[in-house]
């Protein structure tokens, strides 16, 4: 199955929870900045990432975005501005 870049970011008011979030992401990274890391990630690869990430935030104050970096693909949002979105039911941001 093809893997696409992808972009996940990160707000994270707790250090725990910053830091397990990053823990986790070290696996996927090609390249990263603090909070914004950059994958290759097939459907499957990114849909298990951001639900392992989304079990690590509190949706009440963290936020957390997975972005594909291909016009077909969509972004994803989790956590204090982003209402909890359903893998399978994608979310447009315009």
Request: charged letters at 25%; hydrophobic letters at 40%.
């Amino acid at each position: 199955m093809s893997r696409f870049p992808a972009i996940i970011a990160y707000d994270i008011v707790c250090n725990k929870r910053r830091r397990q979030v990053h823990k986790s992401l070290i696996r996927w990274r090609i390249s990263s900045q603090k909070s914004v890391h950059e994958c290759l990630l097939n459907r499957q690869e990114a849909q298990a990432l951001f639900i392992e990430l989304g079990e690590k935030i509190d949706p009440a104050t963290d936020r957390l975005l997975l972005a594909w970096l291909n016009n077909d693909r969509h972004i994803y949002t989790q956590g204090a501005q982003g209402a909890r979105i359903d893998f399978n039911q994608p979310h447009h941001v315009h």
